[in-house]
């Protein structure tokens, strides 16, 4: 392979610069951000042989980058006539023998293709036959300079070349960037110019929120406002047409002819219609019961509202009350019938029968082997009846066993202090505390703080699943007493205890509780 040496005339401000220009159409609207690009020159040694005493060896090729250079714009999307600012920059690389990790033979083909001294470097930046930034130095070197773009729209690039050493160690790029029209003109073919504007009329549309021409009329957006009844709306004209008169829209009215009932035993017939937004009262019409229902009218729609309905009990006649816990049980499982009256005298039909104990609070325990409905029916003196009541217990139902932790936090507190219960439980239907607390309790978890204990208390809850199966937890929280550094008021705080003449010795503070004694030193 033959080699030729560059000579130091040739070494200087020479370029090879490849001037592009390309035009077209562009979408004004893309966000102008800055744009750059890099690009080097490098150059391959190819692989030789060399001997060393007895040894041969093959050297692999090598690249080695000799310049990098840089160009940039401030944005990437320019309006007509705005002046753009171009900065080209260029670094030298590898040269003279700062090859590190490169044997002697390659240092001395490096310096003898490029010389050991600092290279002379360039670069450029061309917009068509225009030099728009250029600069060139021994080492390095950097250029920032304006250009107005004066150009239709379109998509540009700048052509950009960069040498080393000499015309022969040139590499070219291109920088792209986009010239528009500023917002709300278009080209004409020589300038960009406003849009003539074409005078439009508007009319209102035949529903709410529309136009058929022209435009909605309204600061920030459309003016469309909705009541209950119906709509109103605005449509303006467009590039200087004239307004139209305000629009409006009924919504559609409700209409009803027939029977409505609502539970346990109200109903009425009714008719008639209403507008939207309006709402009426049904009021009930069946013996024995008294109530109301109301309903509103939307947009041809009826909701149904709030309502009422109630037996219209006998003034004279005996109350009653009569459940089942619990309602579900597996078999050979037992519920519990639970009935209260002031009534005279009582019958059990369905799945009892016979005369039951009239009171308060009276139960009787069943055990159906199939699922089964127990009535009562109770009368007062003067042959009034309550009306029957109905209790069913389902037979047959698998229930998981309920499980529950309950704690206290903390367990052990001062006198006076407070503590917090927590629980939870899994396959339970309900909670009951006693104890030193009471009530149903929250499942299937819950929290309790209990205040100003001045005195161990014990807690109990009990919660169970739906056929009965039950279980129970019991904490207690203690209060601890605390020794005054005074020996009298520790005997008042240590119940029981005796304290001898030197009792003087009794400093700090001491936990203790009803069973503690200090011992004499």
């Given at each position: 392979?033959?080699?030729?040496?560059?000579?130091?005339?040739?070494?200087?401000?020479?370029?090879?610069?490849?001037?592009?220009?390309?035009?077209?159409?562009?979408?004004?609207?893309?966000?102008?951000e800055?744009?750059?690009?890099?690009?080097?020159?490098?150059?391959?040694?190819?692989?030789?042989?060399?001997?060393?005493?007895?040894?041969?060896?093959?050297?692999?090729?090598?690249?080695?980058?000799?310049?990098?250079?840089?160009?940039?714009?401030?944005?990437?999307?320019?309006?007509?006539?705005?002046?753009?600012?171009?900065?080209?920059?260029?670094?030298?690389?590898?040269?003279?023998?700062?090859?590190?990790?490169?044997?002697?033979?390659?240092?001395?083909?490096?310096?003898?293709?490029?010389?050991?001294?600092?290279?002379?470097?360039?670069?450029?930046?061309?917009?068509?036959?225009?030099?728009?930034?250029?600069?060139?130095?021994?080492?390095?070197?950097?250029?920032?300079?304006?250009i107005?773009?004066?150009?239709?729209?379109?998509n540009?690039?700048?052509?950009?070349?960069?040498?080393?050493?000499?015309?022969?160690?040139?590499?070219?790029?291109?920088?792209?960037?986009?010239?528009?029209?500023?917002?709300?003109?278009?080209?004409?073919?020589?300038?960009?110019?406003?849009?003539?504007?074409?005078?439009?009329?508007?009319?209102?549309g035949?529903?709410?929120?529309?136009?058929?021409?022209?435009r909605?009329?309204?600061?920030?957006?459309?003016?469309?406002?909705?009541?209950?009844?119906?709509?109103?709306?605005?449509?303006?004209?467009?590039?200087?047409?004239?307004?139209?008169?305000?629009?409006?829209?009924?919504?559609?009215p409700?209409?009803?002819?027939?029977?409505?009932?609502?539970?346990?035993?109200?109903?009425?017939?009714?008719?008639?219609s209403?507008?939207?937004?309006?709402?009426?009262?049904?009021?009930?019409?069946?013996?024995g019961?008294?109530?109301?229902?109301?309903?509103?009218?939307?947009?041809?729609?009826?909701?149904?509202?709030?309502?009422?309905?109630?037996?219209?009990?006998?003034?004279?006649?005996?109350?009653?009350?009569?459940?089942?816990?619990?309602?579900?049980?597996?078999?050979?499982?037992?519920?519990?019938?639970?009935?209260?009256?002031?009534?005279?005298?009582?019958?059990?039909?369905?799945?009892?029968?016979?005369w039951?104990?009239?009171?308060?609070?009276?139960?009787?325990?069943?055990?159906?082997?199939?699922?089964?409905?127990?009535?009562?029916?109770?009368?007062?003196?003067?042959?009034?009846?309550?009306?029957?009541?109905?209790?069913t217990?389902?037979?047959?139902?698998?229930?998981?066993?309920?499980?529950?932790?309950?704690?206290?936090s903390?367990?052990?507190?001062?006198?006076?202090?407070?503590?917090?219960?927590?629980?939870?439980?899994?396959?339970?239907?309900?909670?009951?505390?006693?104890?030193?607390?009471?009530?149903?309790?929250?499942?299937?978890?819950?929290?309790?703080?209990?205040?100003?204990?001045?005195?161990?208390?014990?807690?109990?809850?009990?919660?169970?699943?739906?056929?009965?199966?039950?279980?129970?937890?019991?904490?207690?929280?203690?209060?601890?007493?605390?020794?005054?550094?005074?020996?009298?008021?520790?005997?008042?705080?240590?119940?029981?205890?005796?304290?001898?003449?030197?009792?003087?010795?009794?400093?700090?503070?001491?936990?203790?509780?009803?069973n503690?004694?200090?011992?004499?030193?």
């Amino acid at each position: 392979m033959s080699f030729i040496k560059i000579s130091s005339s040739v070494i200087a401000k020479s370029f090879l610069l490849v001037f592009l220009l390309s035009s077209g159409f562009f979408l004004s609207g893309a966000k102008a951000e800055a744009s750059s690009t890099m690009w080097k020159y490098s150059y391959t040694f190819p692989g030789y042989w060399t001997s060393m005493e007895t040894y041969d060896f093959y050297t692999q090729p090598r690249t080695a980058v000799l310049a990098t250079f840089f160009a940039s714009t401030n944005k990437s999307i320019y309006t007509v006539g705005e002046t753009a600012s171009v900065t080209v920059s260029v670094a030298a690389g590898d040269q003279g023998n700062s090859f590190n990790g490169w044997d002697p033979i390659m240092n001395g083909l490096l310096n003898f293709f490029f010389g050991s001294s600092t290279p002379y470097v360039g670069v450029a930046a061309y917009f068509g036959p225009y030099q728009v930034a250029q600069c060139d130095a021994a080492g390095s070197c950097s250029s920032t300079q304006s250009i107005v773009v004066a150009v239709p729209p379109g998509n540009y690039s700048l052509s950009l070349g960069g040498c080393y050493n000499s015309a022969n160690g040139c590499a070219p790029s291109s920088l792209p960037f986009s010239v528009v029209c500023p917002g709300g003109t278009s080209w004409d073919g020589s300038n960009c110019v406003v849009p003539a504007l074409v005078p439009v009329n508007a009319v209102c549309g035949t529903t709410h929120y529309s136009c058929t021409a022209g435009r909605h009329v309204a600061t920030g957006g459309v003016n469309q406002v909705e009541s209950a009844s119906g709509y109103t709306w605005h449509c303006g004209g467009s590039n200087g047409g004239s307004d139209a008169t305000n629009c409006s829209e009924q919504k559609a009215p409700c209409s009803f002819s027939g029977y409505v009932s609502w539970p346990p035993g109200c109903g009425a017939n009714a008719s008639g219609s209403l507008p939207s937004g309006a709402s009426t009262t049904v009021t009930n019409t069946n013996a024995g019961y008294s109530g109301s229902k109301n309903y509103s009218c939307s947009n041809g729609t009826w909701i149904a509202g709030s309502e009422s309905c109630s037996p219209v009990a006998d003034p004279v006649a005996p109350t009653l009350t009569f459940t089942a816990n619990p309602t579900s049980i597996a078999t050979g499982g037992s519920s519990t019938l639970t009935w209260s009256t002031n009534a005279a005298s009582c019958w059990a039909t369905g799945g009892w029968t016979g005369w039951k104990t009239v009171g308060n609070n009276i139960s009787a325990v069943v055990s159906p082997v199939a699922t089964a409905t127990y009535t009562l029916e109770c009368w007062n003196s003067s042959g009034v009846s309550s009306g029957q009541r109905n209790a069913t217990v389902t037979v047959g139902v698998v229930a998981s066993a309920p499980t529950l932790t309950f704690i206290a936090s903390p367990s052990a507190v001062s006198s006076s202090g407070g503590s917090t219960l927590n629980w939870s439980t899994t396959n339970a239907v309900s909670c009951t505390a006693s104890g030193d607390w009471s009530g149903a309790k929250a499942v299937p978890s819950g929290a309790e703080t209990q205040l100003n204990i001045t005195a161990d208390k014990t807690y109990t809850l009990e919660c169970q699943n739906s056929v009965g199966t039950k279980v129970s937890k019991t904490v207690t929280i203690a209060v601890t007493l605390v020794c005054n550094p005074d020996c009298s008021e520790a005997k008042n705080h240590c119940s029981g205890t005796s304290y001898p003449a030197g009792c003087g010795v009794c400093t700090g503070t001491r936990l203790c509780d009803y069973n503690w004694k200090e011992v004499a030193p």
